[in-house]
């Protein structure tokens, strides 16, 4: 018989709570809540109002408990559980004896077990303590008061190292869930296990690197441990002396001529692959060739903000990243690469993995790696004040020391940042507006504490003190001043402001913008009843979490708009809108480059069905603004940004390539028939990265009633159009645009789709009555235009239906 090296602890476990019944179950990994529901002791907590009805879920200690079998002849040696993702505050015991007590969920618990083993049955349980409970204990030890965010329904959620977000956010359900996670496995220890493999990169002036692999073992027992070591067939065997305890190894590979990683839409992503093999244990670390920098040299605005790979300048194009979903059972990693996916397919090139989350597994980092996202990966701290006593800053500075020895080796991620709105949160409380200094001198050692032990874990990492930051122990206001820094612009939405407030300002990096809008109509349909089907009504409120928020869509509709005329089409016009915020902001910002460097959208994804400032769906749709999100991230694409004092509109070309790009646009003015009526042309050029002015064009060139409407070509192949509204889309006296689309079934199960307009169509949206992605979505036609579209559904046997909704069609009842 084989020996056994490991016992994979995942599967059916009960589970047992006080006042429950006695035969409950879970799957492992996985969360108590979805165990719950698939059992039918509580409802789908996204369905309607349920979050309610399962708030007591998170008040109670849940017991998981399991037995497994080992061999007598097994029992020799030294085991230990490897534990990486426990939801959070528990105590294990194996065989009735106390191997772990733990309290936070970003951090590896390798406890030896050892002696508690028995041949044949043996069991393991887990206590996984409430949140609350445990957070109240942690709360009343503190020495003065630290209050937990606004955002949060459930309290205390600062005073653990669990997702800040799982106690509520302003987009997220409050369920504060526990379960065990990612590894959960009773391991054998053979000579020695591997705890860290570290790469670190050094770049040569010739173009050659040097690859140094940083292997700490970990031995109950000092030995001679046989070493390989495989770089992409490159092999390396060395006999290594291990101490007991931990002995660092390295290994160092010559590339002469190394393949490089790019960002995606700068080249390819190449990649290598670093193993690692000792008896009994294996690691891979993919490894992507680069280098990068933060420029944050002062010039006369401030001090820059801008990444350079490979010794290029990248403009940054992309999203920040939640949790994949509230609840980890309902995660997994194609899901979840399928979003990391779209945010390519938008064009982006960087998401921001925020604060208030999690650390992300491994595999979505390597699948970063090879979409080519950038990753500027947060510390997990966001919009909170948190403790700074020595029993807590430890606790913080084991986890940044794991997580960062854990994941620096990644191509993708391009800058560590200490947190998420900590400086802000200072004046945000009652308490720490009285007394700033202290509360300031609290942040202080926490912040200190994280960058310690990031630098120290791996010196080579790029740090930034906090998102955002006017730059280093500056502690000013990064959400209204641009000099310098990276910036969180939120006066459109938060404080109202218009959209073309968007052009007051010039971000060096705007790491935060966000304009909400209602959750697709597939997924309404998911979550209400038909009778809930209003924007105001109980259901849409649970499903919206920003205070007001359901009143800011609503009334920014009514400054821009003419009211929908029905739910349906208010969700369609809510996401158009949002689309029109954004859009707003990118194009101006990007007509900076480079004095703006970077534009990331809050938010990419949902962690549930809710109104949000989301482009993507919960489950991966792509709402109306990531279609948007497409065409305003282009390479090379033209814009129209309206001169300060109105007297112009100056088309704006932007060129992300290496290379210089000549550009020819043909503008048109639109009456409200759809007639297009020739204005003018230009060509003209830009620099390599860079944006350039390519016409102006005089504002009372274009007739009352008539709109500005362009096509491109450029250099590159690329080509678009656009239109521009002077004033506001209410003020367009529109026309029936006369729309019809005929759809055919294609063998493969994909849709064809050919609309054609008899007049003006703005914002021409298909909705599928099933999941899938549009060829594009959200069109302009003009008279007698037609375009196909393909629908790709997700299940190529389902039934499709369509709804092709405009602008006029929306807001005009027939
Ligand atoms: C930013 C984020 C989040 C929040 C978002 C919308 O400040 O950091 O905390 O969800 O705004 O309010």
Redesign the pocket.
């Known amino acids: 018989m084989p020996e056994t090296t490991q016992i994979d602890l995942g599967g059916v476990w009960s589970l047992t709570s006080e006042g429950q019944s006695p035969d409950l179950s879970i799957t492992i990994p996985g969360d108590v809540h979805s165990a719950l529901q698939a059992l039918g002791v509580i409802p789908d907590p996204y369905f309607g109002k349920n979050e309610a009805q399962v708030q007591w879920v998170a008040h109670q200690d849940w017991k998981l408990t399991r037995t497994f079998q080992l061999d007598i002849a097994d029992l020799a040696g030294s085991w230990y559980l490897d534990l990486d993702f426990i939801d959070t505050v528990a105590t294990i015991r194996v065989n009735g004896e106390m191997v772990l007590e733990c309290d936070n969920c970003f951090r590896r618990y390798r406890p030896d077990v050892s002696k508690y083993l028995l041949a044949g049955d043996n069991t393991i349980d887990v206590i996984l303590h409430s949140p609350v409970r445990a957070g109240k204990e942690v709360y009343d030890r503190q020495p003065f008061e630290i209050p937990w965010s606004k955002?949060c329904p459930i309290p205390y959620g600062n005073m653990l190292r669990k997702p800040a977000c799982d106690f509520g956010?302003?987009?997220n359900i409050a369920l504060a869930p526990m379960g065990l996670y990612g590894t959960v496995k009773l391991r054998k220890l053979d000579l020695a296990r591997i705890e860290h493999v570290m790469v670190k990169q050094m770049h040569r002036p010739n173009g050659s690197v040097e690859l140094d692999v940083a292997v700490t073992f970990f031995a109950v027992n000092p030995c001679v441990l046989p070493v390989d070591f495989d770089l992409d067939g490159e092999k390396v065997r060395i006999d290594v002396n291990v101490n007991a305890g931990e002995t660092l190894v390295h290994q160092r590979f010559e590339i002469e001529q190394p393949r490089l990683w790019w960002p995606a839409g700068s080249g390819e992503q190449a990649l290598y692959n670093v193993d690692v093999t000792i008896p009994g244990d294996h690691a891979r670390r993919q490894v992507g060739i680069r280098t990068v920098e933060l420029l944050t040299d002062k010039d006369e605005a401030g001090s820059r903000f801008a990444f350079r790979v490979n010794g290029r300048e990248i403009f940054c194009k992309g999203a920040?990243w939640i949790p994949a979903d509230a609840l980890f059972s309902r995660t997994s990693p194609e899901k979840t690469e399928a979003l990391l996916k779209s945010a390519v397919d938008a064009n982006m090139n960087m998401i921001r993995i925020?604060g208030?989350g999690t650390y992300e597994q491994d595999w979505f980092y390597d699948a970063c790696d090879r979409l080519g996202l950038m990753v500027w990966q947060d510390f997990m701290f966001?919009?909170n004040l948190y403790p700074s006593l020595p029993d807590y800053l430890d606790n913080v500075a084991i986890e940044v020391d794991y997580q960062v020895r854990r994941l620096s080796h990644h191509a993708s991620i391009v800058v560590w940042c200490g947190d998420?709105?900590l400086v802000g949160a200072l004046s945000w409380y009652e308490c720490s507006k009285k007394d700033r200094d202290r509360y300031l001198v609290s942040y202080d050692r926490l912040n200190r504490t994280i960058e310690v032990a990031a630098m120290k874990a791996n010196s080579d990492v790029l740090w930034w003190p906090s998102s955002p930051s006017c730059g280093y122990l500056n502690f000013g206001d990064a959400w209204h001043a641009d000099g310098s820094g990276d910036m969180?612009f939120?006066s459109v939405?938060?404080e109202n402001e218009s959209f073309d407030h968007y052009r007051t300002v010039k971000p060096r990096f705007c790491s935060?913008f966000?304009f909400q809008s209602y959750t697709s109509n597939l997924l309404v349909d998911g979550f209400s009843d038909r009778k809930d089907q209003n924007i105001a009504s109980p259901v849409m409120e649970v499903h919206q979490k920003?205070v007001g928020g359901n009143e800011r869509i609503a009334g920014t509709m009514f400054r821009y708009f003419r009211f929908p005329k029905d739910f349906p089409n208010f969700v369609y016009l809510s996401q158009i809108q949002q689309g029109l915020a954004i859009k707003t902001a990118v194009e101006y910002w990007r007509s900076l480059k480079p004095h703006c460097m970077g534009t990331i959208i809050?938010?990419l994804n949902d962690t549930w069905p809710v109104a949000s400032?989301a482009s993507l769906d919960y489950g991966g749709n792509w709402k109306a603004m990531h279609y948007q999100a497409r065409r305003f991230f282009e390479p090379v694409n033209i814009f129209a940004i309206p001169s300060g004092d109105g007297s112009a509109i100056d088309i704006a070309i932007v060129n992300d390539r290496v290379t210089l790009t000549e550009v020819t646009a043909e503008f048109f003015t639109v009456s409200m028939d759809g007639r297009r009526t020739p204005l003018t042309s230009a060509r003209g050029t830009c620099r390599p990265d860079a944006s350039s002015t390519l016409i102006s064009i005089p504002a009372d060139s274009i007739p009352e009633g008539s709109l500005l409407a362009w096509f491109f070509t450029a250099s590159d192949g690329s080509s678009g159009r656009g239109h521009h509204v002077t004033g506001t889309y209410k003020q367009l006296e529109l026309e029936p645009s006369g729309l019809s689309a005929r759809t055919t079934r294609r063998a493969d199960g994909s849709h064809e789709i050919a609309l054609s307009s008899k007049a003006l169509a703005l914002f021409v949206m298909i909705e599928a009555s099933i999941e899938g992605r549009f060829s594009d979505n959200v069109l302009d036609l003009t008279a007698g235009e037609s375009q196909t579209i393909t629908f790709v559904p997700a299940d190529s046997a389902a039934e499709a239906e369509f709804t092709i909704r405009d602008l006029y069609s929306c807001q005009t009842a027939e």
């Open positions: 955002n956010w302003d987009w920040n925020w208030g966001a919009c998420n709105e969180h939120w939405w938060h935060e966000g920003n809050w938010q400032w």
